[in-house]
């Protein structure tokens, strides 16, 4: 028996509820889109969502802050975010797949600490983190905010899932018998099929250290080394006793939001490849 041209009152409540829930994640970014552009005097006196006529001076005033501090703390930010997904990816993919791949004396021990790992937060870590750092000598530098995110238990978690589903072992197999190193077959087999989780676990990475907060201000105190999301709280508590400096603060998170929104739209047709190769059966 088919329900084929039977309607179902309830089939749009999902999308009701996705789109509910869309907005709900739209709305600040649409207000502070609508803020940056508006002067001084038009922020306080005009509708929260009407635009303003002030967004190029806006940044340019936020370009002249303190000699351009704030494109310092981006350029920190792209370092710390960049390098530190790269490096994390990287060990992601390596860790997960040697996980997923090779039978060893206590895998299934690490596998279960990192599973476990994944369930301490990370404010718990930070103060230990900074006082081994503090001991190394390492506080107050770049590597302080780099060498903790390169280790990442849920990432390694992803890429040991995504190994055992993606890379078949008759297909490593064939690739022993041809003569293929351990080297060889992850280099020319394994890292392809893993090419559209290595893209998640980086995006996942990149956005996450794009958007710490904690560590950074717990490990860095010269302000020339901050990244985006404490600068900016920074700018933002000197605001307190210079309402003027509320603009720049409105108008450096726009530009913050935008390198993420770039490197999305820039990488999902990764994830498109992967879906649309998926398709095709051979």
Not at 138 to 166: D, E, F, G, K, M
């Amino acid at each position: 028996m088919t329900t084929k041209g039977v309607r179902r009152p309830l089939g749009l409540a999902p999308t009701a509820v996705l789109l509910l829930g869309a907005l709900y994640c739209l709305l600040p970014v649409c207000w502070v889109l609508a803020a940056s552009t508006k002067t001084r005097g038009e922020l306080f006196t005009t509708n929260a969502f009407a635009p303003g006529t002030g967004l190029f001076d806006n940044i340019a005033d936020l370009s002249a802050y303190r000699d351009g501090i704030f494109w310092q703390w981006m350029a920190n930010t792209a370092l710390y975010a960049g390098v530190g997904a790269l490096l994390s990816t990287a060990v992601s993919v390596l860790a997960g797949y040697a996980l997923a791949k090779f039978r060893f004396f206590g895998r299934d021990a690490i596998f279960t600490v990192l599973i476990g790992g994944i369930l301490v937060p990370a404010v718990v870590l930070a103060v230990p983190q900074y006082l081994l750092l503090a001991k190394a000598g390492l506080a107050n530098t770049y590597w302080a905010v780099l060498l903790p995110s390169i280790l990442h238990p849920y990432s390694i978690y992803l890429a040991r899932i995504y190994a055992a589903a993606a890379i078949p072992d008759a297909l490593l197999e064939a690739g022993r018998i041809d003569g293929a190193g351990e080297h060889r077959l992850l280099r020319v087999v394994a890292a392809p099929l893993m090419l559209p989780g290595m893209v998640t676990i980086f995006l996942f990475q990149f956005v996450a250290i794009w958007n710490n907060f904690l560590l950074p201000f717990i490990m860095l105190a010269d302000d020339e080394r901050f990244p985006l999301t404490v600068g900016l709280y920074t700018l933002l508590a000197t605001g307190a006793n210079q309402p003027a400096l509320y603009n720049l603060v409105i108008t450096g998170a726009l530009l913050s939001i935008i390198p993420l929104i770039a490197l999305f739209l820039t990488m999902q047709r990764y994830w498109r490849t992967d879906l649309s190769g998926g398709s095709v059966k051979s």
